[in-house]
Nanobody
Framework: QVRLVESGGGLVQTGASLRLACATS????????LGWFRKAPGKDRDFVAG????????NVADSVKGRFTVSRDNAEATVYLQMNSLKPEDTAVYYC??????????????????WGQGTQVTVSS
Protein backbone atom coordinates (compact mmCIF):
# COMPACT_ATOMS: atom_id res chain seq x y z
CA GLN A 1 0.00 0.00 0.00
CA VAL A 2 1.47 3.31 -1.09
CA ARG A 3 1.50 6.03 1.56
CA LEU A 4 2.70 9.63 1.49
CA VAL A 5 2.52 11.69 4.67
CA GLU A 6 3.38 15.38 4.67
CA SER A 7 4.57 17.30 7.71
CA GLY A 8 6.13 20.63 8.59
CA GLY A 9 3.37 23.05 7.71
CA GLY A 10 2.27 25.85 9.98
CA LEU A 11 1.59 29.53 10.48
CA VAL A 12 4.53 31.85 9.86
CA GLN A 13 5.13 35.52 9.12
CA THR A 14 6.21 37.01 5.82
CA GLY A 15 9.90 36.36 5.19
CA ALA A 16 10.08 33.25 7.34
CA SER A 17 11.19 29.79 6.28
CA LEU A 18 9.62 26.36 6.56
CA ARG A 19 10.75 22.92 5.53
CA LEU A 20 8.10 20.45 4.50
CA ALA A 21 8.79 16.74 4.59
CA CYS A 22 6.95 13.90 2.91
CA ALA A 23 7.61 10.44 4.28
CA THR A 24 6.71 7.63 1.91
CA SER A 25 6.27 3.89 1.97
CA UNK A 26 4.88 1.07 -0.14
CA UNK A 27 6.94 1.55 -3.30
CA UNK A 28 10.55 1.62 -4.46
CA UNK A 29 11.33 5.22 -3.60
CA UNK A 30 14.20 5.77 -6.04
CA UNK A 31 12.11 4.55 -8.96
CA UNK A 32 9.70 7.47 -8.91
CA UNK A 33 9.71 11.19 -9.42
CA LEU A 34 8.39 13.08 -6.40
CA GLY A 35 6.51 16.31 -6.76
CA TRP A 36 5.09 19.08 -4.61
CA PHE A 37 1.85 20.83 -5.48
CA ARG A 38 -0.21 23.43 -3.67
CA LYS A 39 -3.83 24.52 -3.60
CA ALA A 40 -4.84 27.95 -2.41
CA PRO A 41 -8.46 28.77 -1.55
CA GLY A 42 -10.50 29.34 -4.69
CA LYS A 43 -7.67 28.31 -7.01
CA ASP A 44 -6.61 25.20 -8.86
CA ARG A 45 -3.93 22.93 -7.50
CA ASP A 46 -0.61 24.05 -8.99
CA PHE A 47 2.77 22.44 -9.43
CA VAL A 48 5.47 23.82 -7.13
CA ALA A 49 8.54 21.65 -7.57
CA GLY A 50 9.64 18.14 -8.38
CA UNK A 51 12.68 15.91 -8.38
CA UNK A 52 13.62 12.84 -10.36
CA UNK A 53 14.19 9.43 -8.85
CA UNK A 54 17.96 9.83 -8.86
CA UNK A 55 17.76 13.36 -7.50
CA UNK A 56 19.81 14.70 -10.40
CA UNK A 57 16.98 16.57 -12.11
CA UNK A 58 14.64 19.11 -10.58
CA ASN A 59 11.89 21.32 -11.87
CA VAL A 60 10.74 24.39 -9.95
CA ALA A 61 7.82 26.65 -10.79
CA ASP A 62 8.70 30.20 -11.80
CA SER A 63 6.56 31.57 -8.98
CA VAL A 64 8.85 30.08 -6.33
CA LYS A 65 12.16 29.81 -8.17
CA GLY A 66 15.00 31.16 -6.10
CA ARG A 67 13.02 30.76 -2.87
CA PHE A 68 12.02 27.08 -2.78
CA THR A 69 14.28 24.06 -3.10
CA VAL A 70 13.26 20.43 -3.49
CA SER A 71 15.45 17.55 -2.33
CA ARG A 72 15.13 13.88 -1.50
CA ASP A 73 16.78 11.35 0.77
CA ASN A 74 16.47 8.00 -0.92
CA ALA A 75 17.80 6.18 2.14
CA GLU A 76 14.99 7.65 4.25
CA ALA A 77 12.35 7.53 1.47
CA THR A 78 11.57 11.16 2.18
CA VAL A 79 11.25 14.21 -0.04
CA TYR A 80 11.66 17.75 1.25
CA LEU A 81 10.57 21.21 0.21
CA GLN A 82 12.64 24.01 1.70
CA MET A 83 10.68 27.24 1.53
CA ASN A 84 12.47 30.52 2.19
CA SER A 85 11.34 34.15 2.03
CA LEU A 86 7.72 33.11 2.34
CA LYS A 87 5.01 35.46 1.10
CA PRO A 88 1.29 35.63 1.86
CA GLU A 89 0.60 34.33 -1.66
CA ASP A 90 2.37 31.10 -0.70
CA THR A 91 -0.52 30.32 1.63
CA ALA A 92 -2.01 27.01 0.53
CA VAL A 93 -2.36 23.36 1.30
CA TYR A 94 0.81 21.65 0.10
CA TYR A 95 0.68 18.13 -1.26
CA CYS A 96 3.40 15.69 -2.17
CA UNK A 97 2.89 13.17 -4.92
CA UNK A 98 4.71 10.16 -6.36
CA UNK A 99 5.04 10.04 -10.11
CA UNK A 100 4.51 7.33 -12.69
CA UNK A 101 8.20 6.93 -13.48
CA UNK A 102 11.73 7.74 -12.50
CA UNK A 103 13.08 10.46 -14.78
CA UNK A 104 10.35 12.82 -15.98
CA UNK A 105 9.76 15.68 -13.56
CA UNK A 106 6.37 16.60 -14.91
CA UNK A 107 4.56 19.75 -13.77
CA UNK A 108 1.07 18.30 -14.25
CA UNK A 109 -1.10 16.30 -11.88
CA UNK A 110 -1.90 13.44 -14.23
CA UNK A 111 1.72 12.21 -14.02
CA UNK A 112 1.32 11.54 -10.31
CA UNK A 113 -0.93 8.63 -9.33
CA UNK A 114 -0.21 8.73 -5.61
CA TRP A 115 -0.89 11.66 -3.31
CA GLY A 116 -0.60 12.62 0.32
CA GLN A 117 -3.31 14.30 2.35
CA GLY A 118 -1.64 17.68 2.41
CA THR A 119 -0.27 20.07 5.01
CA GLN A 120 -1.44 23.65 5.55
CA VAL A 121 1.00 26.52 5.15
CA THR A 122 -0.24 29.95 6.16
CA VAL A 123 1.89 33.05 5.73
CA SER A 124 0.68 36.16 7.53
CA SER A 125 1.49 39.65 6.34
Amino acid sequence: QVRLVESGGGLVQTGASLRLACATSGFTFSSRTLGWFRKAPGKDRDFVAGISGSGRNTNVADSVKGRFTVSRDNAEATVYLQMNSLKPEDTAVYYCAAGSGRDLVAPFESWYPYWGQGTQVTVSS
